[in-house]
C-alpha cells in the first residue's frame, strides 16, 4: 500500500514538471507581423511575419526575431505586465522624424505581457501607462 502511495505521488509530481516545462517553453516564444518595414537595434526588417524568441522570465531580457528559423535582429528588451490581455498579436511602431519606423513593443494575444525593447522604452511606456491596452 504505500508503495502505490509512492508511485503515485512521483507520477503526479514527474506528471507536474513535465506541464510546466512545456509552459515555460511556450512562454518564451511568439509571433508578430509588420505591415511596413521597421528598425530593431539598427538593423531594417522588411515587412512579413516573425517568431519572437527571449530569453529570460523577468526584467530584462535578450529578445530575437526570426525568420525561417534565422535570426535576423535582437535587442534588449524588458517583460511589461498589462492590464489586459489583448485580443491579438500586435506590434507598436514609432514614426521616427527621419521618416522611419522603431519596434518600441510586442504584445502578444492572450497574454497579460508584452515585450517593450530597450530598457527606457519600457519605462517611459509604464511611467505613461501606455502598456496598459
Known amino acids: ?60 531580457v535578450e529578445m530575437s526575431l526570426l525568420r525561417n528559423g534565422k535570426v535576423l535582429a535582437s535587442a534588449p528588451a524588458q517583460l511589461v505586465e498589462l492590464n489586459q490581455k489583448p485580443s491579438a498579436d500586435a506590434a507598436l511602431i514609432n514614426n521616427n522624424a527621419d521618416g522611419s519606423r522603431s519596434l518600441t513593443e510586442i504584445r502578444f494575444a492572450g497574454k497579460k505581457y508584452a515585450l517593450a525593447v530597450g530598457s527606457e522604452s519600457a519605462q517611459s511606456q509604464m511611467k505613461s501607462g501606455e502598456g496598459s491596452n
Open 1 to 60: 500500500m504505500k508503495f502505490s502511495i509512492c508511485a503515485k505521488t512521483m507520477v503526479l509530481g514527474l506528471a507536474l514538471l513535465v506541464a510546466t516545462g512545456a509552459f515555460a517553453g511556450d512562454a518564451h516564444k511568439g509571433s508578430v507581423q509588420f505591415f511596413n518595414a521597421v528598425q530593431l537595434n539598427g538593423k531594417q526588417l522588411p515587412a512579413g511575419e516573425y517568431q519572437v524568441k527571449w530569453e529570460g522570465s523577468a526584467g530584462n
